[in-house]
């Protein structure tokens, strides 16, 4: 006798193997309680029809029609053998093959929608999950995190299998932004590597983009490039050096020019960014110090066009804009912040799915 009947007239004996194998994405940061109440210390069997397998599923298919021992009859019945999977999210998928949807629930966790959506990967079932797979995010969407965890990791693996394109770019873009250091997922996800080579790729550029642009304009106003005076350039410099010491981005190794901080702890760190204000002395008459009448004023640079172009220049982004408009004034530390954070924006976004779909495609023809 089966633990679960699909089908009372079923002729498939599914045998789940070691079912809720551990993972440890599943208990990373976990604060979802597990609901399954599937026993995990034995087999697991599932009842089930191979006319509504062979339907949904080429890989079951394949094992039932393809001469493979699952296939193989015993005592009137064939045999199909699975490990590792959820029960639960097992259980599930089975009953949307065989149309029970009075048994499958209208809201689950995230973690056993990423658990279903590894079943669902694997026999190639996307087709028949896609409604309840909709339903499903649809429910979660409100909960999508703005901070890097294991929930970004849960959502990306989601969106990927089950094709969510809008998910898919808001969570990437989180894992650019939020991620301290190289994102890494368990070889057991169905994630394919150019994501998260182009998450970690994204990052990476952005972060040696704006350490570049810093180092130079620190040179710049060291060597007087910079500043419209002696006195302008050594000011700057000096509330440059300071704003970067209290953030603790000076004097970090190349390959980490930012230390463990996230890209959005470094815009914002540049978004911080502003000239000092002191003043000049000036006479009335146009003369230094000719006259006793001698005028102080807050000193302000001259805005220039130029030093935006140079900027872009010196590495801020190829595809970035170099509409005139967006560089015309040029003049503060608050200006070359923004410059910077321009030059990185098209990496600031998440990723399309299209692009990564399309890959995959052409690999599999």
């Known amino acids: 006798m089966c633990d679960y009947t699909m089908d009372p007239s079923g002729d498939v004996v599914l045998t789940l193997k070691t079912p809720n194998a551990p993972l440890a994405i599943w208990d990373a940061g976990d604060t979802e309680p597990t609901a399954s ?23 079951l298919k394949a094992m039932l029609t393809g001469g493979w021992d699952e296939g193989a009859a015993n005592n009137g019945q064939r045999q199909i053998r699975a490990e590792d999977w959820d029960a639960e999210a097992l259980e599930i998928v089975m009953n949307v093959l065989h149309n029970h949807y009075r048994s499958v629930p209208k809201m689950v966790t995230l973690k056993l929608l990423a658990k279903i959506a590894l079943i669902v990967d694997y026999y190639e079932v996307h087709e028949a999950l896609q409604m309840m797979a909709s339903m499903w995010i649809h429910a979660l969407r409100k909960s999508l995190p703005n901070s890097f965890g294991t929930g970004v990791v849960l959502w990306t693996l989601v969106s990927w299998v089950f094709g969510d394109a809008a998910v898919f770019k808001r969570i990437t873009k989180v894992a650019i932004l939020r991620s301290r250091k190289d994102v890494e997922i368990p070889q057991e996800l169905p994630i394919p ?7 970690n790729q994204h990052r990476k550029d952005s972060m040696g983009v704006i350490s570049a642009g810093l180092h130079r304009l620190r040179q710049d106003y060291t060597e007087g490039r910079e500043g419209c005076s002696p006195e302008c350039s050594a000011m700057h410099l000096g509330a440059l050096i300071k704003h970067l010491h209290t953030h603790k981005f ?10 463990d901080s ?5 815009v914002e760190c540049l978004s911080g960014l502003k000239s000092p204000t002191f003043y000049v002395v000036a006479t009335g008459d146009g003369s230094r110090f000719s006259s006793a009448r001698c005028i102080h004023r807050v000193h302000q640079c001259p805005r220039r066009t130029q030093v935006g172009v140079e900027a872009f220049n010196l590495g801020v982004g190829e595809n970035c804009s170099r509409d005139e408009h967006s560089i015309a004034s040029i003049s503060t530390l608050k200006d070359f912040a923004a410059l910077l954070v321009h030059g990185v924006k098209d990496k600031l976004e998440g990723l399309r799915l299209a692009d990564f779909q399309l890959v995959s495609d052409t690999q599999e023809q």
């Open 37 to 59: 109440t599937t026993p995990s210390d034995g087999p697991v069997t599932f009842l089930v029809s191979s006319r509504h397998l062979i339907l949904a599923s080429p890989v």
């Open 193 to 199: 590597l150019a994501v998260i080579d182009r998450i």
């Open 250 to 259: 000076l004097d970090h190794p190349l390959e980490t020019p930012f230390g």
């Open 262 to 266: 996230s890209l959005v702890e470094v």
